[in-house]
C-alpha cells in the first residue's frame, strides 16, 4: 500500500528543498577562475595514470582538454542552480572532435572521467568558504561526474548506432555488388572495412528472410559465429542473400545456418576462390532458387548444382553446359560403349537384363559399366534422382552436338 503522504508533509519537504545548503556567489567566482588550472591538473593526471593518453596525438589531447574544460565550466553554472535538473552534461561531448570517440574506447572514456573527478575532489572543497559548503561541493562533483560518465555512455551509444546503420548499409552494397557482378575494387575496400577476408573462398547461400525478424537475421549470425565462418547479409525484397566463408577444417557445416532463413527451399551456389569471383556462386544459386519448385522434395540447403535439370528446364543457361560437362563429357573421354550403354538403360526404363539384351552383352559387363559411369560422373544411375539427372544431361548433349536445322527457308 502506498504512504499517505499529507500536506504536512509535502510543504515539510519543500522547506527541506529550500533549506539545502548552496555555494556562495563568492566561491563560484573562486570556482570559475580555477577552471583553467584545473584543467591541466587533469591532464597532468591522466598522463601520469593511463600510459596511453600520452601516446595520443597532440589535436586529440587538446579535445580532452576542451571537453574537461567545458565539463567543468557546466559543473560551475550548475552549482549555482542547484534547484534545476543537471542539463549540460552532454554539452561536453557534442563539442569534441568527431574522431576522438572512435579513437578513444568507452573505457577509456570512463577512466578518464573517473581521474578528472579525483582530481576535482583534491582541488575544489580547499575552494569553500566554510564546512558546509565543502560538503556541497563533495556531493555535488560525485553526483556530476555521476551524470558525465551517463553522458558519455550515451554519446558512445549513438556512436555505435550510427556505425552500425553504416555497416548495414555497406553490407547491402557488397552483397548487392556480387550478386549484380560489380567486383571491382570498390567492392574489396567495402568488405574490407567490414572485416572481411576478400582473398577467402566464398560460397552464396539464398533463400527467404525470417518472419519475425525480416530485416536483421540474428539467429543466422549466431549459427555462423558457432560455425567458425564470417558472413555478409542482405535481403533483397522475399530473398536473404548470404556471403558465407569457407571454414577451415574445425569449422561447422554450412547446414547449420539454414535454421536462420525462413520457409521454403535454401540453395547452396559452389565454392568461389574470393569474393571477386562471388558472383558466380551467387548466380548459380539464384538461379537454382527459381528452378527449387521443380524439386518438392529436395533436402534443406540443396546445392545449386544438384538443381541442374530443374534449371535447364527453367532457361539457365548456364546449366545445360554444367549438365555436359558434369556427365557427359567425362564418358566421352573415357571411350568404349559406356555413354551407349548409360543411354540403353536409363532409356529401357533401368531395366538391367533388357539393357544386357540390347547391347549383346553379359549383364555383369553391365554392371560393370554402370560402376564405372557412377566413379565418373559422381551420379548413379540406379538412383531415380541420379538417374534424371543423367537422362537430362544426356538430352542436353545430344542437342549440343545436333542443333535444329534453320526453319528459314
Known amino acids: 500500500m502506498l504512504p499517505d503522504v499529507s500536506g504536512t508533509e509535502v510543504r515539510r ?20 577562475l580555477e577552471s583553467g588550472d584545473l584543467a591541466a591538473a587533469c591532464l597532468v593526471a591522466m598522463e601520469e595514470h593511463q600510459p596511453w593518453f600520452a601516446a595520443l596525438p597532440a589535436d586529440q589531447r587538446a579535445a580532452v582538454l576542451l571537453v574537461t574544460q567545458t565539463g567543468f565550466a557546466n559543473f560551475v553554472a550548475w552549482l549555482g542552480e542547484r534547484g534545476e535538473t543537471i542539463r549540460l552534461t552532454a554539452e561536453a561531448f557534442r563539442i569534441a572532435p568527431r574522431d576522438l570517440a572512435r579513437r578513444l574506447s568507452l573505457r577509456q ?19 569553500a568558504a566554510d564546512e558546509a559548503e565543502q560538503r556541497v561541493l563533495v556531493e555535488s562533483i560525485l553526483r556530476f561526474g ?40 570498390a567492392l574489396v575496400s567495402r568488405a574490407s572495412a567490414l572485416g572481411w577476408d576478400p582473398a577467402a573462398a566464398v560460397r552464396v547461400v539464398v533463400g527467404s528472410p525470417t518472419a519475425d525478424a525480416p530485416d536483421e537475421p540474428r539467429e543466422l549470425r549466431r549459427e ?14 522475399s530473398r536473404l542473400v548470404v556471403l558465407v566463408s569457407e571454414a577451415g577444417e574445425a569449422g561447422g557445416s554450412i547446414g547449420r545456418l539454414v535454421d536462420g532463413f525462413g520457409p ?11 569474393l571477386a569471383a562471388a558472383h558466380d556462386s551467387a548466380r548459380a544459386a539464384l538461379a537454382g532458387l ?15 548444382d544438384d538443381l541442374l535439370p530443374e534449371r535447364a528446364l527453367s532457361g539457365d543457361p548456364a ?25 540403353v538403360y536409363l532409356e529401357g526404363g533401368g531395366a538391367l537384363e533388357s539393357c544386357a539384351r540390347a547391347l549383346f552383352v553379359h549383364p555383369n559387363t553391365v554392371r560393370y559399366r554402370l560402376r564405372r559411369v557412377s566413379d565418373l560422373t559422381g551420379r548413379n544411375p540406379t538412383d531415380p534422382r541420379d538417374a534424371l539427372v543423367l ?13 535444329a536445322p534453320d526453319s528459314d527457308p
Open 224 to 237: 555462423a559465429g558457432r560455425a567458425g565462418r564470417s558472413i555478409l547479409v542482405g535481403v533483397q525484397g
Open 290 to 304: 527459381r528452378a527449387a519448385p521443380g524439386w518438392p522434395d529436395a533436402p534443406r540447403p540443396v546445392g545449386a
Open 146 to 185: 555521476r551524470e558525465i560518465a551517463f553522458a558519455a555512455a550515451t554519446v558512445y551509444a549513438g556512436a555505435a548506432e550510427t556505425r552500425g546503420a553504416w555497416d548495414a548499409r555497406q553490407e547491402a552494397l557488397v552483397v548487392d555488388a556480387v550478386v549484380r557482378g560489380e567486383t571491382d575494387d
Open 264 to 274: 521454403g527451399p535454401v540453395v547452396v551456389g559452389p565454392v568461389a576462390p574470393d
Open 319 to 343: 546449366a545445360p553446359r554444367r549438365l555436359v560437362d558434369a556427365c557427359v563429357t567425362p564418358l566421352e573421354a573415357a571411350g568404349g560403349e559406356l555413354l551407349r550403354t548409360l543411354a
Open 13 to 32: 519537504a519543500e522547506a527541506g528543498r529550500a533549506e539545502t545548503p548552496t555555494v556562495s556567489p563568492a566561491t563560484l567566482r573562486r570556482l570559475g
Open 109 to 127: 572514456t570512463v577512466d578518464l572521467v573517473r581521474i578528472a573527478t579525483d582530481v576535482f575532489e583534491r582541488h575544489l572543497p580547499p575552494l
Open 391 to 403: 537422362r537430362t544431361a544426356l538430352v542436353v548433349g545430344r542437342l549440343d552436338a545436333d542443333p
